[in-house]
C-alpha cells in the first residue's frame, strides 16, 4: 500500500508549484492567450478526461476533496467551454478516430463514495452530463460508499459504472493471482448489481509503473475491459493506450487553477518535459 504520508506531502509540494504556475499563466493573460491560439487559429483540440473523488459540503479538507460549490462553478465553466461526453463516446470516437470541432471532455469519479450521489449527482443532471464512477467494490453498502440502489438510479441516469478493483490495493503490489481476483472480481460484483457489462476500469492510485504495470495491463484486457484509465497526466489523444489511458485529478482549486488546468496548457510539450523531470 502506497504510505499516505508521503503521498499527502508531495500532493502539497506539486500543487504549491502548480498554484504557483496557474496564477502566473492566467493571470498574465497567457493561459487565455495560448487557448485562443489553439483553438481559433491552429484549430487544435484536446480531450480530457477528469477524475475526481469526493464532493462535499465543507466538512472534509482531505486533498482529493471538492467541495459542491466549487464543483458546481467547475461544472458550469465546462457546459461553457467544453462538448462533456460519455466514456462510450470517447472510446468509440478514439477508436474510430474523432474530427474534433471542440475540445471534448469526460467526468470521471473514482472509489463510489456516498457523495458522488447526494451532491455531485444532481449538479451532473442539472447540466445534462454524462458521468462516469469507477468504484471500488468492497466499499458498496458501507455508510461511505454508495448503495446497490444508489449504482442501479445512477445508471439508469447516464452515469457509466467501472471497475476499481475490490479493494482498492495497488495492483503492483499484490501477487499475480491476487491481482487477478481483484481486477475479475470487481468487474463480476458491479455486473451482479447492474445486469449490464461493464467494460471499464481504473487503476487504484493509478500511476504506471508504480501502481501498475505491464503485466497488469494484460490481466485487465484478459478479464474482458474495453479500456482501463490511469492517473497519469495527460491529454487523450490516438497515441494513448486503451489500457493505460490519461487523467486529469481535479482537487479544490480556486478557478483561476481550474481554468489553466483545463486549458491544456500543462501539456504541451516543452511544459510536460518538466513535469516529467520533476515526476509529477
Known sequence: MRNKKHIEIKYKIVWNIG????????FSGIAPLYILLRKKY???YIMLVLTYHRIHNGNEDA?????LETFRHQMAYLKKKFKVVSLDDLISGLKNGYCLTNDLIAITFDDG???????????????????????????????????GDEIKTMYRNNVTFGAHTISH?????VDYETAILEVKGSKLELEKILQQEVKYFAYPFGKKGQDFSSETMDI?????FTAAFSTNNGCISDKSNLFALERIGIRNFPMFVFKVRVSGIFENKWIHIMWKYLRV
Open 19 to 26: 498554484a504557483l504556475l496557474s496564477f502566473l499563466l492566467y
Open 63 to 67: 486533498h482529493i476533496s471538492v467541495r
Open 220 to 224: 485487465v484486457k484478459e478479464s474482458g
Open 169 to 173: 490495493k495497488s495492483l503492483s503490489g
Open 42 to 44: 491552429f484549430k487544435r
Open 113 to 147: 463514495w456516498k457523495d458522488n450521489y447526494t451532491n455531485a449527482f444532481q449538479v451532473m443532471k442539472d447540466c445534462g452530463f454524462p458521468g462516469a464512477i469507477f468504484a471500488t467494490a468492497s466499499f458498496i453498502g458501507k455508510g461511505y460508499g454508495l448503495t
